[in-house]
């Protein structure tokens, strides 16, 4: 059932917050989820928000707080300044910060990249890799689907380089704003084994493609043929994330399966997109790999708090 | 100064309507602009919109008008069938349809591929091209940079194939609603001598260039280094306008200079594109071609007039 309450572990985005009450060894005491993301948010009140959840769970005031995500942006509670690439992802403590608070909090930093490839950003999603070193997963490369697709590649448990692909942002502004939201059918969910889906993940990963060409074509074809309900957004669906698994193709030479951090909606198409580019896959679950690499730099944080628990 | 008045065209499309009176030579006696484009007509009130104008210009009521663009789609006034590549220029007034009204009024039809390439289509481009080849160019590629960018091969008057490129649409989205319209200063001009965009053109050249996976190191510069105001829109449109002329790489291979026509802000940044990719241009202006397109249908589709104005 768990021990008495270690430490809570925020994972807190720009759309969505989620708290876990945990014991020492990371067994869930308590769970709340809510939309007060940091869009959500006004005039600060950050502490306000953190502390309405916590006396929901109960938590006493002398327990300590681990947050991730974008709570540590400039736009956030405090920011966290980025740790740079390449990281370890068990040091991720040593670059947290304080926001001024009633009880101990701490805000877990994003990465950065500057020369390790292209610029790049992340935050929350390193929490999530340092959960999967904390799981004995020091090396391979992850892929984390999502608004903002992230890859990123491990080595002895350091982010070597990654990148940022913003497939889930652009297949909402193309799908539902653009003219081919006029042939995409707003409910349609996509399955892997479309042949639809299949033949656009191909097509995307053709020498010579080129998305914007591409895409005019889905509209097209629904003016001048019959596809079936749902062929559009397969279509959609296979060329960009045809595209993107394309455009990190160097990340696919490594050895082993592909990490996916995914939906469940999400991860079968990634699969079968990797599969397509012979690549196999292992899913891992986003939620549990942020608490343990939550937990992991909460034990650092407060490493007092175990011999109190224990004596 | 022109004789007298032998009849009206119009190009009529989704967000603008501009209508010209000219004499038998094609010289504008009087000419009308408004943003009446199909989005603003309401009820089905073409004739009343149509008439209005040409009231303002004092045409009479046997004057016939000759139109063109998506004012014959589906959901304008009435529908002109879409005419198959390759097709013969010289030809669209065989296509045309003639909607109930008062005075003589034809509609052309667009263009629809269905074997010659990808599933496309275009409405009111197809008449510039008609224009293009009643000047006499009747072999070549034509470019039309706009919202959605049409390429076009010619071959002895006929349209041998086309494609469409959304990158007009995906700048506006990914700049305007995207995470990168944090990083896009709104009133920025890209200049085609800016290396920012010369680099962005090139990089999309690459072989594995992929446009999702490039665009949020734009984001990323911003956060992390200090780009110049203008670079982040300038390497967006580098990006998009280089994956562009990439998509449609097998129109280049055509002998002579690519056919541009579009705005005064856009030909500079294609025309050096296309030089990058080792082609020259040749501006022509739209607004010449689609009344030279109308004209030469008009001529066909009222062949009395000529002999009535110079009796």
Known sequence: MGGPAFCALADWGTSNFRLWLVDYDGNVLGERESDQGL?????????TVLESHLTALGAAGNIGVVAAGMVGAR??????????????????????VSPAAARPVYILPGLCQKTTGAFDVMRGEETQLAGAVASGLTDGVFCLPGTHAKWAELFGGRVMRFQTVMTGELFSLIGR???????????????????????????????????????FSIRA??????????????????????????GV???????????????????????????????????????????????????????????????
């Not at 490594?254 to 580019?277: D, R, W």
Request: proline share 6%; net charge negative; hydrophobic share 45%.
């Open 221 to 246: 074809a629904s003016l001048l043929s019959q596809p079936k309900p749902g062929d559009a957004a397969a279509r959609l669906s296979g060329l960009l994330i045809g595209a993107e698994v394309a």
């Open 39 to 47: 869009s959500a948010v006004t005039d600060g009140r950050f502490e």
């Open 249 to 311: 193709r160097s990340y696919l030479s490594a050895a082993g399966p592909i990490h996916l951090v995914g939906s469940s909606a999400l991860n079968p198409l990634y699969a079968k997109a990797l599969l397509l580019a012979g690549k196999t896959t292992a899913v891992l679950d986003g939620g549990e790999l942020v608490r343990k690499g939550l937990l992991s730099a909460a034990h650092k944080l407060f490493p007092s708090s175990q011999s109190e628990v224990v004596s």
């Open 75 to 96: 736009s956030g509670w405090r920011e966290a300044a980025y740790a740079e690439t390449p990281t370890l992802l068990t040091d991720l403590h040593a670059h947290a």
């Open 177 to 215: 704003q653009s003219i081919l939201r006029l042939s995409i059918d707003a409910g349609s969910h996509t399955l892997p084994d479309d042949p639809v889906f299949e033949a656009a993940v191909e097509e995307a990963f053709d020498d010579g493609f080129s998305l914007p060409a591409s895409l």
